[in-house]
Structure formats: structure tokens, C-alpha cells
């Protein structure tokens, strides 16, 4: 049953007995990572008190556009989101993987090296985050050779979800059926209101959590508030991915103008795919040390924007951008339902408002779905 819908297992935990959250995750030996202010936007950063959080901030959002500005409420998560999500946290930017070395004799050695991360508790993951989490299990995790790399993060990984109540004008989490509202993959998850939360575990271990908070009954009132927050935040959001079977309609149409007239506006820098939360597409680079006995084996980001991640059998596939577009959409869109049974796409609207040119992949596969009929 939709958790937002039952009072059975919910609890209210007041406002000024938050801190007691945070304290017992690090008792629980969890380091404590949490939405925090810096260089004008909401990022994930070590969290230890209350008095870190975001208070009375929302967000403005647009194509392009992102600000944060004063909400004038006393609330702690009163906006949508920032760049981040939870991919740099298990998926890094760049990391090594394995490293190779050569002995006295010449002989060539390898090693892995696979790091012992600490057990780490997220405080403030959005439904499409955790949307985006299940298909970077299945990616990762559920496939034929899984990351060693992933599975040991993601095994420490404690999720604190918060509902989200203030979706940006960017968002479209309904669209794509992952927002507003956290419904699976949490420990903890968490419902505000003025003068408090209401709060509920989804795992053994966030109930061990709760066990040690200061909590009291929900009452109908608290309840009604949240699913009418809820109601309008569903309400709220303007933005959609056309309805229909994208992944045919975009490989019916792969010469339509449309590419044509995006690759005149996009600027082929990545963004879009830094901040997604589901690209997760990489490039492997040796590193070799000055002496040229060892060689670090290194995996980072890349992007089906860039000519490197084009390049087979020596030349580069997608020379330009309207074809490097193409591929980005019609896999989010298309083949990824193929190949992990669902669009890649969880309606965060990240690389809505993070493009420096203001793309909106909802109006570029809008408009293929208008111009060729399909909507
Ligand atoms: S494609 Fe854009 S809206 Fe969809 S999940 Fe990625 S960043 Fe979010
Ligand atoms: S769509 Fe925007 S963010 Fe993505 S590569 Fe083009 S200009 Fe950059």
C-alpha cells in the first residue's frame, strides 16, 4: 500500500528532536552526509548538526537557470533539488580501478584495488534519486559481471528519503512515475511539515533508528497535510515526457529536423550528462608513473557528448553533435527501456536547468512526437 496513503507505522518526530536523527545515525557508526548551502546551490556535504541545513530555502529553477532564494518558511527542505544526486557517492567521478606493476625481472604484476568505504547515511534523497539508485543497481549490481567498486559502496549506504514538496518548474517526476513521493529503496523515510516531520522506516535498519527517536502518534491532521502537500506538488509540476512508446517513435525517427535544429543550440559541454542521475557511461585510462614501472588503471566520467566516447576502430562514429544528441536521447529514451526494462529518464529535471543553453530534452522529444505524429 502507498506509504503516503497509511497512518500504520508512521510517526511524528518534532522539529527541535531532528538533531536526534543525525546523532543516532552517527552512533550507529554512519558518517552523515546532508543538503548544505554552497556557491548558491544545494549540495550533499558532511552533516553533523541541524544548523547546517538549508533553512527557509527554495530553489528557482528554469532551463538554465538554477538560484536559491529566501522561502520564508522555517523549513529545512523546501526546495527541489540541487546538481548532485546520489551518483558521485557510488559512482565517483574517477577512481582506480586496478594497477599494474613491473618487477626486477621484467615480470608484469596486477592488482585491484578495491577501497573499504566507511558506512555512509544520506539524509535527503528524492524519490527520483532513489529512482535513479534502482537502475544504477541494475546496471551495475544485476548484470552479468558486477562492480566490485558499486556493490561495496552501496552496501554501506544508508538512505534518509524526504518527500518532495516543492518540485522546481523543471521537474516532471510524475511523468515518468518516480516523484513526488519516496516509495521504496529507503531506510528512513521522511514527510515535513511546519512543526515537524512524519517519519517511517523501510528497512530493518532504519527501524532500529527509529527505536531510538523521541516519536509520538501521527495524527489525522498531520496526515491530511502531507498527502494535500503532496497533491499539489503532483498538481504543481507543468513539465512532461510525451506519452507512447518513445523508444519506437525516436528510432522511427533518426533523420527527422529536429536533431538537426538541437545541434544547432547545444554546446556538446556534458552537463546534461555530469548531472544526471543515471548516465553513468565511463572511459578507462592507464596513468603510467614517471619511472614507467607502475601503471594505474583509472576509470572516469564521459559522455556520449564528448568525440572520445565515439571513437571505434579508429574513427569517431558520431562526428557531430546533432548525432552525439541523438545518441544521448534515443538511449535515455529508447534503448535503455531494452536493455533495463524502463526509461533512463526519472524526471529530475536536472539537465533542464543545468544546460548553459537551456535545452529541455521534454520539448526536443515533444517536438519530434508533435512534427512526426505521434502525439
Ligand atoms: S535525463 Fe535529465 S531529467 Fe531525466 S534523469 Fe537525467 S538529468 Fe534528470
Ligand atoms: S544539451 Fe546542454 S548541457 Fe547537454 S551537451 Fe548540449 S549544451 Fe551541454
Not at 541494475?138 to 558499486?150: E, I, M, N, Q, V
Not at 523501510?202 to 516519536?215: A, F, M, N, T, Y
Not at 529535471?349 to 530534452?361: K, M, S
Request: with cysteine; net charge negative.
Amino acid at each position: 500500500m502507498d506509504r503516503t496513503l497509511q497512518s500504520q507505522d508512521r510517526y511524528f518526530l518534532p522539529r527541535q528532536s531532528f538533531q536526534s536523527l543525525i546523532d543516532q545515525l552517527a552512533l550507529q557508526g554512519f558518517s552523515c552526509v546532508g543538503p548544505t548551502m554552497w556557491d548558491g546551490a544545494i549540495i550533499f556535504d558532511r552533516l553533523d548538526t541541524v544548523s547546517q541545513l538549508p533553512q527557509g530555502v527554495s530553489d528557482r529553477q528554469a532551463p538554465g537557470y538554477y538560484r536559491l532564494e529566501s522561502g520564508g518558511d522555517s523549513r529545512w527542505f523546501s526546495w527541489a533539488n540541487g546538481p548532485q544526486a546520489l551518483k558521485p557517492y557510488l559512482f565517483p567521478s574517477r577512481e582506480v580501478l586496478w594497477e599494474g606493476t613491473v618487477d626486477e625481472n621484467g615480470g608484469l604484476s596486477f592488482k585491484e584495488r578495491l577501497t573499504e568505504p566507511e558506512p555512509l547515511a544520506v539524509l535527503g534523497v528524492r524519490a527520483c534519486d532513489l529512482a535513479a539508485l534502482a537502475i544504477h543497481d541494475a546496471h551495475f549490481l544485476k548484470g552479468p559481471s558486477p562492480d566490485a567498486h558499486y556493490a561495496r559502496r552501496r552496501e554501506q549506504l544508508f538512505i534518509v528519503a524526504v518527500d518532495c514538496s516543492h518540485p522546481a518548474s523543471t521537474c516532471f517526476c510524475v511523468s515518468t512515475g518516480d516523484g513526488p513521493a519516496a516509495t521504496r529503496g529507503y531506510d528512513i523515510a521522511l514527510a515535513e511539515l511546519d512543526e515537524g516531520f512524519i517519519i517511517d522506516a523501510g528497512s530493518d535498519r532504519g527501524k532500529l533508528i527509529l527505536d531510538q527517536l523521541p516519536l509520538s502518534e501521527v495524527n489525522e491532521e498531520q496526515l491530511d497535510q502531507t498527502r494535500s502537500e503532496l497533491d499539489a506538488a503532483i498538481a504543481g509540476q507543468t513539465r512532461a515526457l510525451p506519452e507512447g512508446p518513445l523508444n519506437r517513435i525516436l528510432f522511427d525517427n533518426l533523420d527527422h529536423p529536429r536533431w538537426d535544429d538541437v545541434a544547432q543550440r547545444c554546446l556538446a559541454c556534458g552537463n546534461c550528462t555530469s548531472v544526471c542521475p543515471t548516465c553513468f557511461c565511463a572511459s578507462e585510462n592507464e596513468v603510467p608513473s614517471l619511472d614507467g614501472l607502475s601503471s594505474e588503471h583509472s576509470r572516469e566520467w564521459s559522455s556520449c557528448f564528448t568525440q572520445g566516447h565515439s571513437y571505434i576502430s579508429g574513427h569517431a562514429i558520431r562526428p557531430d553533435t546533432r548525432t552525439r544528441y541523438r545518441q544521448w536521447l534515443t538511449h535515455k529514451l529508447g534503448s535503455w527501456i531494452d536493455q533495463y526494462g524502463r526509461s533512463g529518464c526519472v524526471g529530475c529535471g536536472r539537465c533542464i536547468a543545468w544546460c548553459p543553453v537551456g535545452i529541455d530534452l521534454t520539448e526536443e522529444v515533444g517536438a519530434i512526437c508533435r512534427e512526426s505524429g505521434d502525439e
